[in-house]
């Protein structure tokens, strides 16, 4: 009976995988031919062939797309060191230093030998990286002091915290998305403004603190009393308590959770297509907009979720390899 | 200095909302609203009405497709938690794909995918599949027969029966797919929590599987599944604002198009938010309620 159902299962898998297949692969069209693709029965991947450069690089001027090419290379290869455990020192947070303002220099230009780019222009898959990985960098010191506002003891502090992580989650994050770039210029005094860039990434940030803030907590409510009572019994004061015994402690029993959440976080970064952002998706659904090409959107949209699900799928598996030694990085933690 | 600083926005936004001349206020409600909403479930609405209207609609058409896709959701879920739990490999390979695959690419991807699919690869309505007998799947839609009605191919689209448009479809489709997979993970994660002790003492009185399954492991694996499974739903409400990256009119697309056309922003975002806020407070009540009843006493 058992066996049975196995056989008739594989028999219905391949029933639905086999003509995937051949649509996928053996009928499919590679050439950037949008006549051959309609001739044809299988996928038209000619579209991302074609179109790769846009999907990558956005609008950024074509002569000088090595930069955002450059500046992508070196934004992975940091996440590539900074993912070993061997480069946890005191140097990686140079290095990070060192190369964000490398990629800076790189995709805005403007001196020497590099041509200004003003970010109206950049796209594409950097984009996204981008707003990610600013996003993060900026959230995190943002969502520690939520976190410990929330278990302050002083009523104003907790109660704003509470508030502040409340209602950013309770509410979509395209509404925030809108409160950014509907009603940020109306807060700034006249004359003052600040790009439709700048002010996703505000909102992104924003939004990425409320979530973070919650697993710090996570980690801060795992930490026996004894760590705090021993803290205030050698009499260290309430920065040198936390920075010295209580929060090196807690990130590292909410490592697993904070990938997660960046996992989250770096898919969220696709919802800036609603307000007009060209990042990896939008550029992948401009390039769509071209009449020779409309029609091919399955092809499309299954090799952005290919790209996306590379990225979350090598930082989940990441993760994982935290939530398998859970004893040893507890064992850790004395030191 | 907080004051200072909440000060220093007020007195920004109130000058420049006096040079751009918006009145501020709720005042707008009441005018005219002077578009159209593509599709309304259980409220009339025509451009003649006012925008409270039209956000009313856009609210009862964000509720219809999170109720819905809840439902769903919670179904497809508790049935792929219970195939990665399966002894059988393949059932447990199919689970396991499934959830690692659909977990890690962005909903928005998935929406696009689903509306692409829905559009590009079904064949106009003259030429509609008919799966079931007066079931029709067409690049407009999905049309149902009913008690009342069947449809029938009219000119260019089908009349009769109860249409699904493609943008109802893909993010139904697109929010159940998509939260079904971490509502997987909670079902299994819960499953496992209850002792194999409960599973082998149950065996041991002679119950049959089905039994085990419906009178020891689910209720004791509910107390583990509600808290999570209540953030999930909240999600899927949240998620339910993709809809206007797609063309659905749910609530942050009308109250999108209300702001484009009247310039009040401020008033447009707090209703988004006003609104989301008491949907969220209310599904974590009825949670709270539900998991109290669940829970050990």
Redesign the interface.
């Known amino acids: 009976m ?1 066996r049975l ?2 056989v008739a ?2 028999l219905l ?1 391949a029933a639905a995988l086999v003509p995937f297949l051949k649509w996928a692969l053996i009928e499919a069209v590679w050439r950037p031919d949008p006549a051959a693709c309609r001739a044809a029965h299988g996928a038209c991947w000619g579209f991302v062939v074609e179109k790769y450069r846009f999907i990558l690089f956005g609008t950024y001027p074509y002569g000088e797309q090595w930069r955002p090419a450059a500046a992508t290379v070196l934004l992975l290869g940091l996440g590539i060191l900074s993912a070993m455990k061997a480069s946890w020192k005191p140097w990686l947070i140079v290095a990070w230093l060192a190369g964000l303002c490398a990629i800076g220099v790189l995709m805005w230009g403007g001196v020497p030998g590099l041509p200004y780019v003003e970010n109206e222009r950049w796209g594409g898959l950097i984009l996204t990286l981008l707003l990610a990985t600013f996003g993060l960098a900026a959230a995190f010191p943002l969502s520690l002091l939520l976190a410990l506002g929330r278990r302050s003891e002083l009523p104003i502090i907790r109660a704003m915290s509470v508030a502040y992580i409340e ?1 950013v989650r ?6 925030l998305l ?2 950014a770039s ?2 940020l ?6 004359g003052v403004s600040i790009d439709k860039l700048l002010r996703a990434q505000i909102a992104l940030v924003l939004f990425a603190a409320a979530y973070l803030a919650e697993v710090v907590r996570g980690g801060l409510q795992a930490i026996p009393r004894g760590q705090y009572e021993a803290a205030d019994a050698l009499g260290l004061s309430y920065w040198q308590k936390t920075l010295a015994v209580v929060l090196p402690q807690a990130l590292r029993i909410a490592v697993p959770a904070l990938v997660n959440t960046f ?1 989250g976080f770096f ?2 970064t ?2 800036v ?2 307000i007009g952002l060209f990042d990896l ?1 939008s550029t992948i ?1 401009l390039g769509l907009t071209e009449p020779a090409w409309s ?4 092809e ?3 090799f ?2 290919l790209v ?2 590379v990225f ?2 090598a930082l ?1 598996r990441y993760s994982r390899r935290f939530e398998l030694e859970p004893r040893r990085i507890t064992a850790l933690t004395p030191n | 200095m907080l004051l200072g600083a909440a000060g220093f926005l007020i007195s920004n936004t109130v000058a420049n909302l006096e040079a751009r001349r918006i009145a501020s206020g709720f005042g707008f409600l009441g005018r005219e609203a002077g578009f159209e909403i593509g599709e309304s479930f259980f409220l009339r609405y025509d451009a003649g009405q006012s925008y409270l209207r039209a956000l009313a609609v856009g609210l009862v058409n964000t509720l219809t497709v999170s109720a819905i896709g809840i439902v769903v959701a919670s179904l497809l879920g508790t049935a792929i938690g219970l195939a990665r739990l399966s002894a059988n490999t393949l059932v447990r390979g199919i689970g396991t794909a499934y959830v690692e695959f659909i977990r890690n690419v962005p909903l928005l991807v998935q929406l696009f995918f689903w509306y692409a699919l829905i559009t590009e690869a079904l064949p106009g309505p003259s030429q509609a599949l008919e799966p079931l007998p007066h079931v029709f799947l067409s690049n407009r839609g999905i049309f149902l027969p009913t008690f009342a009605s069947l449809p029938v191919l009219q000119g260019f689209n089908f009349a009769g029966g109860v249409g699904i448009s493609p943008e109802f479809g893909a993010l139904l489709l697109g929010l159940s797919v998509y939260t079904a997979a971490f509502i997987a993970e909670i079902v299994r994660a819960g499953v496992l929590a209850v002792p194999r002790g409960q599973v082998e003492a149950a065996q041991a009185v002679g119950l049959a599987h089905s039994q085990v399954l419906h009178k020891v492991v689910f209720p004791q694996a509910l107390r583990v599944i509600v808290p999570p499974l209540a953030s999930q739903y909240l999600n899927l409400v949240k998620n339910s604002s993709l809809a206007v990256a797609i063309g659905y009119p749910d609530l942050v697309s009308i109250a999108n198009t209300t702001m484009n056309q009247t310039g009040q922003a401020i008033e447009g975002v707090a209703i988004i938010m006003a609104v989301y806020l008491t949907i969220s407070l209310s599904i974590s009540a009825l949670m709270n309620w539900y998991n109290a009843r669940v829970a050990l006493r």
């Open positions: 058992r159902f196995t299962l594989l898998l209602l309770g509410v979509p994050l395209i509404s809108f409160m509907v009603m210029p109306l807060f700034l005094p006249a996992i898919k969220d696709s919802l297509l609603v998706l659904k029609g091919f959107g399955v499309a949209y299954l952005a979720a996306y699900f979350c799928f989940s």
